[in-house]
């Protein structure tokens, strides 16, 4: 079975600043998908970036970049320009290609401060 | 287009009392999820489903029951409801396995139970 890490519960960063969020992941697959969620105050989750394995480019979203290496099984998020309304936490998630079910295995979130 | 919707948004139970959490979805997605949250544990599957009239279970099923009666719905069962099982319960869908596509969540349900 797959597992998801975030070994950093919470983290702090100043307006306008740079912040990266860690991830590590264990799967012998070749070929899956990576996801960052948002979850702010409200609780809704917020699709932030997506990647897929096979694809060396590094996915972006505006402000928001993806630091992957495949081979360390590492998927980081970097957050530029970092605004009060990205405060939430933040969860990295798996999923495999195999399968009928499209399941996400999650990791267990990191909380981000963003201070003036 | 009201995407995944949850109902209620926040229950308390007494120990042993039952109750149905119901989450529709209207973009005619195939397959749903039922997630729990809890403090330092991130979300955790309960069960699923890949299409009307059929549920899986997930990582942690013990405890609840699903069903799937109709496309747009899923049904998540607390028969006797516990302690253990205050958490905030998140619904899922997503269309099926096509690439990229992540699933859309529900604004949760906070059920405490007593």
Known sequence: ?116 | NAGVTQTPKFRVLKTGQSMTLLCAQDMNHEYMYWYRQDPGMGLRLIHYSVGEGTTAKGEVPDGYNVSRLKKQNFLLGLESAAPSQTSVYFCASTPGLAWGETQYFGPGTRLLVL
């Open chain 1, 1 to 116: 079975a797959q597992t998801v890490t975030q070994s950093q519960p919470e983290m702090s960063v100043q307006e306008a600043e740079t912040v990266t969020l860690s991830c590590t992941y264990d799967t012998s697959e070749s070929d899956y998908y990576l996801f960052w969620y948002k979850q702010p105050p409200s609780r809704q989750m917020i699709l932030v970036i997506r990647q897929e394995a096979y694809k060396q480019q590094n996915a972006t979203e505006n402000r928001f970049s993806v630091n992957f290496q495949k081979a360390a099984k590492s998927f980081s998020l970097k957050i530029s320009d970092s605004q009060l309304g990205d405060a939430a936490m933040y969860f990295c998630a798996y999923r495999s290609v195999t399968g009928t079910a499209s399941k996400l295995t999650f990791g267990t979130g990191t909380r981000l401060q963003v201070t003036l």
